[in-house]
């Protein structure tokens, strides 16, 4: 089956403007995450959704940085006014699930990542 | 403390050699752990999922020490396209939610 998907994979953007990602998840996937990745760097959480709640914003790393998501399906990420600092790999992924409480035996967190957005600030 | 912590390397192996890394994580509350790899330039693949004491899949072995909370991952008989980076990942309950945190990577290269 389809994996999952993100466009655009290149983005070059003048600093101020602002940028939307996209992240196609698989299909049934009820998680989605939004990571970056610097050159050389570890993988920053962002966001994740569980349906279309964002339980934990709490890696988004300014008011700049927002992201929604609708159907349970499609995310957009939206950078306002880049910096140059935003240059970075966007990273989507998606699982079945992130379940709550207790009793999390048998449900899958194994995330399946996109090919990524390269974003350069100039 | 980080709440999950990885070497960096390098590992420098050759080809055919058994390497092993570890990962520890600080919180008791750890549920499950993954293991994923990352080429260079490329999105981080699963690799192995631990949910028990260990897992195990062809030159692979992820093995999981509660007591002292560390997970690691042995391959055997390495080959030239095990080079990568490999992430540990860990499952942590927060409040009435999961996080999932992710370590920083151990850089594997094997030589010829």
């Known amino acids: 089956g389809a994996g999952v998907s993100q466009s655009p994979s290149n983005k070059v953007t003048e600093k101020g403007k602002d940028v939307e990602l996209r992240c196609d998840p698989i299909?049934?996937?009820?998680?989605l995450y939004w990571y970056r990745q610097s050159l050389g760097q570890g993988l920053e959480f962002l966001i994740y959704f569980q349906g279309n709640s964002a339980p934990d914003k709490s890696g988004l790393p300014s008011d700049r940085f927002s992201a929604e998501r609708t159907g349970g399906s499609v995310s957009t990420l939206t950078i306002q006014r880049t910096q140059q600092e935003d240059s970075a790999v966007y990273l989507c992924?998606?699982?079945?699930?992130?379940?709550?409480?207790?009793?999390?035996?048998?449900?899958?967190?194994?995330?399946?990542f996109g090919p990524g957005t390269r974003l350069t600030v100039t | 403390r980080k709440e999950v912590e990885q070497d960096p390397g390098p590992f420098n192996v050759p080809e055919g050699a058994t390497v092993a890394f570890n990962c520890t994580y600080s919180?008791?509350?750890?549920?499950?752990f993954f293991w994923y790899r990352q080429d260079c330039r490329k999105e981080p693949k699963l690799l192995m999922s631990?949910?028990?004491?260990?897992n195990e899949d062809g030159r692979f072995t992820a093995q999981l020490n509660r007591a002292s909370q560390y997970i690691s991952l042995l391959i055997r008989d390495s080959k030239l396209s095990d080079s990568a980076t490999y992430l540990c990942v860990v499952n942590i309950r927060a409040g009435n939610n999961r996080k999932l945190i992710w370590g920083l990577g151990t850089s594997l290269a094997v030589n010829p």
């Open positions: 299909s049934g996937h009820t998680a």
């Open positions: 631990v949910y028990s004491s260990g």
């Open positions: 992924a998606s699982s079945l699930a992130l379940g709550g409480g207790g009793g999390w035996a048998g449900v899958s967190y194994e995330q399946y």
């Open positions: 919180n008791s509350a750890s549920q499950s």
